[in-house]
């Protein structure tokens, strides 16, 4: 367990809000710092981690993909389409385990169908980051503190035809990242709390054929975590959170005629719609684009299509790809046993620099499965934080809806 480095780290983002710094006035810039790479950074970044193994495991696709008990992360308006009553699911992952060897995210997540049109979904998202030991100025120890993240969401779906789902979702977010201790500008720090919401789209088409055999094609878009800025100090420093655009999709086919193999592939592009990094000379005075902290929640997010300094190219690298396939192979009875996935992930390099690639594995038996991801940094330099990277998702999932009768109807 390194406790300098992460204690450096907590007391930055209580100094500054978030990661990056209070440009409201001149900051100084490090010699040889390279200001042209811009990479936008929100508070409670823990948000936006892929939580669970199966889509980790495909390069953090998720916003199309078939519906399961995670899907009120990815886009809860598949729920409705689900092929299962009810589910639900445990993920654990240890968290940059490449430096420090005691963090980690844990998600809890599940659904249940109303009725045939209905869904509803709830979720609990933990980030632990760690017993720390908090220093003074002059390096002696002020107090030990475990700082923790969570967000409690729940949801509801329903379908508006056979082929479209729409889903709303609300999110309690609460950050506590010290031990109210008080910092050098003698502001006291203080955990920071705000609610959020996600509005979802999903089209499915099962009425495809690929080579003759039968396919489905869906589509997903997603806004989440539409909602007020944090604070950790007082009101005139607050930050935005990740509200974030999604927009996806899966082509899922038979491999042979029994359809007892099945291959998916999908895609997804995200934005983050906050506002872009202003561009800032030696001093660390704003020469073009504005201070985030002076944007309202609307304005931040209708102008983060227009807003980066270097224009529309820089715009388009603010856009995050991943791409991943998933083989699944069903027995007789027409339950999947086994899956295979890979992925790839990719962040421009002034934006975060984020590339890797994934693969992961899936067991399914009667109502349990188990799925494990691990994540493959391109970049393969020593220190790399995201280098052995795993997911672990166990999921209970119980009775086929095609199964149940739903107020005296059965379902087609």
Known sequence: MNNTLKSTLILLLLLTGSFYPTLAQPTSVILGQDT???????????????????????????????????????????????????????????????????????????????????????????????????????????????????????????????????????????????????????????????????????YSNDEFQVSGRPATLAFGAIISNIGAKISYSNQNEQDFIPTNLRIGTALTSSLDPLERNKLTVAIDFNKLLVPSPPLVNSQGQIIKGEDPRDRTLLSGIFGSFTDAPDGFSEELQEIMISAGAEYKYYNTEGQDVFAARAGYFYEARNKGNRKYFSIGAGLNYNNFAFDVAYLIPQNQQQGNPLAETLRFTLSLNFKKAQERVYEGSEIN
């Open 36 to 202: 042209s790479r811009r990479p936008i950074t929100t508070a409670v970044p823990f948000l936006s981690i892929a939580p669970d193994a199966r889509s980790a495991a495909m390069g953090d696709v998720g916003a199309a993909l078939s519906p399961d008990a995670n899907s009120i992360y990815w886009n809860a308006a598949k729920l409705p389409f689900a092929t299962q009553d009810y589910a639900v699911s445990f993920s654990y992952s240890p968290w940059l385990r490449n430096l420090v060897d005691d963090m980690y995210l844990a998600f809890l997540s599940g659904y249940y169908k109303i009725d045939k049109q209905q869904t509803f979904a709830a979720s609990l998202r933990y980030f632990n980051m760690g017993n720390i030991q908090f220093t003074d100025n002059n390096g002696q120890p002020i107090t030990d503190f475990v700082p923790r993240e969570f967000a409690f969401a729940a949801s509801y779906s329903r379908k508006l035809s056979d082929k479209i789902g729409v889903g709303v979702t609300g999110r309690f977010i609460h950050s506590n990242l010290s031990a109210n201790l008080v910092l050098p500008n003698q502001q006291e720090s203080r955990p920071g709390t705000t609610g959020a919401a996600d509005v979802s789209f999903f």
